[in-house]
Each structure stands twice: as C-alpha cells, then as structure tokens.
C-alpha cells in the first residue's frame, strides 16, 4: 500500500547563522564541506544573519 510519506522522503534542514557576514561564510564553508547545500538566501536571522541548509537525500536535488 502507498501513503503519502514514501512519495515525500525526509529532508534534514537547518538554519546556519551568524552574527557578521564573515563569521556565515565561514559557517557555510564549513557545513558545504560535509556536504550540505544551501537552501535560501542569506536573511537576517534573530539578532544577526542566517540561511537555510539542506542535506540532500540521495536521487533528490537540492535547487537554491
């Protein structure tokens, strides 16, 4: 029997921040090299600046 969750594999997301711009690019660098992929544009984010990241599951493209 198919349900509507084998059609929608899980995707781990999480919000990457930071409180200057060069402390995100580093944070970014940093999640790129395990193999996240990013999600969204930079926007602020509580009390500095964040993006959202994906971890990709295999046979799913991430588009940012």
Not at 22 to 41: F, M, P, T, Y
Request: charged share 30%; net charge positive; glycine share 6%.
């Amino acid at each position: 029997m198919r349900t509507w969750k084998n059609s929608r594999p899980k995707t781990l997301r999480k919000v990457v921040y930071a409180l200057t711009e060069i402390g995100l690019n580093k944070n970014i660098v940093a999640h790129e090299e395990r193999g996240w992929k990013q999600a969204s544009e930079v926007k602020e984010y509580q009390y500095g600046i964040g993006v959202l990241m994906e971890f990709p599951i295999k046979n799913k493209e991430v588009t940012a």
